[in-house]
């Protein structure tokens, strides 16, 4: 999360977002970060789970149906959070500084790569998680970004927008 952080408080002007919330937990740094620096914090997830699997997909429909939109918005009241499948959810937002990618999907992460790229500040930095544990996710994030992934801590990784 440090590492993370420090990336993220590193940015070009612009706001943060993060597709894959789940029940808040670096939604809470990130909107914390966010609001010290005088950033907007924009939050994605169906909240309602996993959307959509391949068959070699580790994680399933359904699976993270464990959280509820206002749950979240009450842990994090700087922040504007949407709830549905990304990026048909998304919002109009300001440029965008640092992405925080934790979609567990490859479809999702894909989607999101595509949509959100061109949304990016020159600088601007994506953040993904899971690529060193899921076979899926790394093969979205090498497909979308061949030849400029930066390796970090635990297996994830950063692209940095030119």
Request: glycine share 10%.
């Amino acid at each position: 999360m440090a590492e993370l952080l420090r990336e993220a408080a590193a940015s070009p002007p612009g706001c943060f977002v993060e597709v894959g919330v789940y029940q808040g937990g670096s939604a809470w740094h990130l909107s914390r970060l966010a609001e010290s620096q005088g950033r907007a914090f924009y939050g994605y997830d169906t909240f309602a789970g996993v959307p959509h699997a391949t068959a070699q997909d580790r994680h399933q429909v359904g699976e993270f149906a464990d959280t509820f939109l206002a749950g979240v918005q009450a842990l994090i009241p700087h922040g504007q959070f949407v709830a549905g499948v990304f990026p048909a959810s998304a919002v109009p937002m300001p440029p965008i500084a640092f992405v925080h990618v934790d979609c567990d999907q490859y479809q999702s992460i894909k989607e999101t790569f595509l949509y959100l790229a061109s949304c990016m500040v020159s600088g601007g930095v994506m953040w993904f998680d899971d690529c060193g544990e899921i076979a899926e996710a790394r093969r979205a994030i090498e497909e979308c970004c061949a030849g400029r992934l930066e390796p970090r801590c635990g297996g994830r990784q950063i692209v940095r927008l030119a």
